[in-house]
């Protein structure tokens, strides 16, 4: 292969890219079938050191011709693969093909999206995009005032930081967060990045925040009160009772977010949509598509009720924005996130959205809640096994019978160190739970009998 610099982009971009494709391909497979499993085995220090071997230097005198194969392959033989059915202990999607085919073209193109000129026609398929994906939370009924806006992120943590950074400009420097017992870490990390007072936490029994428990907390707090509400919660996939929560942040004058980074993807589903039923009674909602919606990292989306909200992120760089540019009509782009540079992700989201359609995704939604309604009867009709709940989502939690906490840890531990299978924990109800989280649409019964056979297997008797 010739190390000779070619452009991805321009009219030499295609004839360069074609067999550097199939060299990538390749080197995949190759590393897949080398890995042979799920996750690499031995453990931390045997793939550092096999990775170490395989890559040799990376910054040597004259360069290394083959460095595209060696690299991809020794990255694909040390990854963990979420196509693996094994493959269940994180919100860690397999990708669509036609998703991440798409992103090639951004990385292609290298559109930046912090000025028009950069990015004219990602700047307005932007657009069109989030216009839809805040139609879908907040619908498409004719409202007084602007309406609902939606922008693109790298995911939860980014959406719900942003949540919080517009409900302290709208209520002002002391709003407290009130949040649930079972909120995402993000949401108080975020509350002590802006400055604010330290977040109220209110009970969240058998995983879900208490609407009772929320009311007296709020009657007793000074306000300003922003309350984070969960529609979908990392470790059990649980959604908060949000129709309720909405009602006494109504009654207080809350404001109200609500994190539906994992359950937002129920929104295509006409079968599982009620469950998210008050999700528009939010101010915000955080989404991220990079979960039950399959799409490469990075895919986050936040959703606002009102775009006016989102008038305290504009921001002036006479570079990216002058004055006498915008008023000439060329779209002001910084107040779409507080990203500069920032690559077009929504591409690989558009092109899923008209691929599969609101039915196609609903349907991908179904397979994996279907999946683990299945694992959960396994899991309860085995005698050898104990089940937390059903599951609400994709997500089930389970652990071998009368087994201490240290044995249940050790067992994870055991096919992670082994390459076998990649689960979970969680710690909730006083106890330690194995997590499977089922994100793969491919997954098949029986390779659900054989995941609850392999912990059996492991767990000393």
Same mark, same amino acid.
């Given at each position: 292969?010739?190390?000779?610099?070619?452009?991805?982009?321009?009219?030499?971009?295609?004839?360069?890219?074609?067999?550097? %494709?199939? #060299? *990538?391909?390749? !080197? /995949?497979? &190759?590393? +897949?079938?080398?890995?042979?499993? =799920?996750?690499?085995?031995?453990?931390?220090?045997?793939?550092a050191?096999?990775?170490?071997?395989?890559?040799?230097?990376?910054?040597p005198d004259?360069?290394?011709p083959?460095? %595209?194969? #060696? *690299?991809?392959? !020794? /990255?694909? &033989?040390? +990854?963990?693969?979420?196509?693996? =059915?094994?493959?269940?202990?994180?919100?860690?999607?397999?990708?669509?093909?036609?998703a991440?085919?798409?992103?090639?073209?951004?990385?292609?193109l290298?559109?930046?999206?912090?000025?028009?000129d950069?990015?004219?026609?990602?700047? &307005?398929?932007?657009?069109?995009?989030?216009g839809?994906?805040?139609s879908?939370?907040?619908?498409?009924?004719?409202?007084?005032?602007?309406?609902?806006?939606?922008?693109?992120?790298?995911g939860?943590?980014?959406?719900?930081?942003?949540?919080?950074?517009?409900a302290?400009?709208?209520?002002?420097?002391?709003?407290?967060?009130v949040?649930?017992?079972?909120?995402?870490?993000?949401?108080?990390?975020?509350?002590w990045?802006?400055?604010?007072?330290?977040?109220?936490?209110?009970?969240?029994?058998?995983?879900?925040?208490?609407?009772?428990?929320?009311?007296e907390?709020?009657?007793?707090?000074?306000?300003?009160?922003?309350?984070?509400?969960?529609?979908?919660t990392?470790?059990?996939?649980?959604?908060?009772p949000?129709?309720?929560?909405?009602?006494?942040?109504?009654?207080?004058?809350?404001?109200?977010?609500?994190?539906a980074?994992?359950?937002?993807?129920?929104?295509f589903?006409?079968?599982?949509?009620?469950?998210?039923?008050?999700?528009?009674?939010?101010d915000?909602?955080?989404?991220?598509?990079?979960?039950?919606?399959?799409?490469?990292?990075?895919a986050?989306?936040l959703a606002?009720?009102?775009?006016?909200?989102l008038?305290?992120?504009?921001?002036?760089?006479d570079?990216?924005?002058?004055?006498?540019?915008?008023?000439?009509?060329?779209?002001?782009?910084l107040?779409?996130s507080?990203?500069?540079s920032?690559?077009?992700?929504?591409?690989?989201?558009?092109?899923?959205?008209?691929?599969?359609?609101?039915?196609?995704?609903?349907?991908?939604v179904?397979q994996?809640?279907?999946?683990?309604?299945?694992?959960?009867?396994?899991?309860?009709?085995?005698?050898?096994?104990?089940?937390?709940?059903?599951p609400?989502?994709?997500t089930?939690?389970?652990?071998?019978?009368?087994?201490a906490?240290?044995?249940?840890?050790?067992?994870?531990?055991?096919?992670?160190?082994?390459?076998?299978?990649?689960?979970?924990?969680?710690?909730t109800?006083?106890?330690?739970?194995?997590?499977?989280?089922?994100?793969n649409?491919r997954?098949?019964?029986?390779?659900?009998?054989?995941?609850l056979?392999?912990?059996?297997?492991?767990?000393?008797?």
């Open positions: 292969m010739s190390t000779s610099p070619s452009l991805a982009s321009g009219p030499e971009g295609p004839h360069a890219l074609r067999p550097l %494709l199939d #060299t *990538v391909l390749d !080197a /995949l497979d &190759e590393g +897949a079938k080398a890995r042979g499993g =799920p996750l690499p085995s031995g453990g931390p220090a045997a793939v050191a096999r990775v170490r071997a395989a890559v040799g230097d990376v910054l004259q360069g290394d083959n460095a %595209l194969h #060696t *690299v991809v392959r !020794a /990255l694909a &033989e040390a +990854a963990a693969d979420p196509a693996d =059915p094994f493959c269940t202990a994180h919100l860690h999607c397999p990708p669509l093909a036609l991440t085919a798409a992103d090639l073209a951004v990385c292609v290298n559109p930046s999206l912090d000025s028009w950069q990015a004219p026609g990602a700047s &307005e398929l932007e657009a069109l995009v989030t839809v994906l805040a879908e939370v907040y619908g498409r009924a004719t409202r007084t005032g602007p309406g609902p806006a939606a922008l693109i992120t790298t939860g943590t980014e959406s719900n930081q942003l949540a919080l950074l517009l302290r400009e709208a209520q002002g420097a002391g709003v407290r967060l949040h649930g017992a079972n909120a995402h870490h993000s949401l108080p990390r975020a509350a990045l802006l400055g604010l007072s330290e977040p109220v936490v209110v009970p969240a029994p058998a995983g879900a925040l208490d609407p009772a428990a929320l009311d907390a709020l009657t007793e707090l000074p306000g300003p009160h922003l309350v984070t509400a969960t529609a979908g990392t470790d059990a996939g649980i959604v908060d949000l129709p309720e929560i909405a009602a006494v942040c109504a009654s207080h004058g809350a404001r109200l977010h609500i994190d980074a994992y359950g937002g993807g129920l929104l589903s006409g079968r599982y949509r009620d469950r998210l039923t008050g999700l528009d009674a939010a915000t909602v955080t989404l991220d598509l990079h979960k039950l919606g399959w799409q490469p990292v990075a986050g989306v606002v009720r009102d775009r006016g909200d008038a305290v992120l504009h921001h002036r760089a570079y990216l924005n002058a004055d006498d540019d915008t008023d000439a009509g060329l779209p002001d782009l107040g779409l507080l990203r500069t920032r690559r077009p992700d929504v591409l690989k989201i558009a092109v899923t959205l008209k691929t599969l359609g609101r039915t196609g995704l609903g349907r991908l179904e994996v809640c279907d999946h683990a309604r299945e694992f959960a009867a396994l899991v309860h009709d085995h005698p050898g096994f104990e089940l937390y709940d059903r609400t989502l994709s089930v939690l389970f652990r071998p019978a009368h087994a906490d240290d044995t249940v840890a050790a067992v994870r531990r055991r096919l992670l160190i082994d390459g076998r299978a990649v689960l979970g924990r969680a710690r109800d006083g106890r330690l739970w194995l997590k499977a989280t089922l994100l649409p997954t098949r019964p029986d390779d659900l009998a054989a995941l056979q392999l912990v059996e297997g492991n767990t000393p008797g």
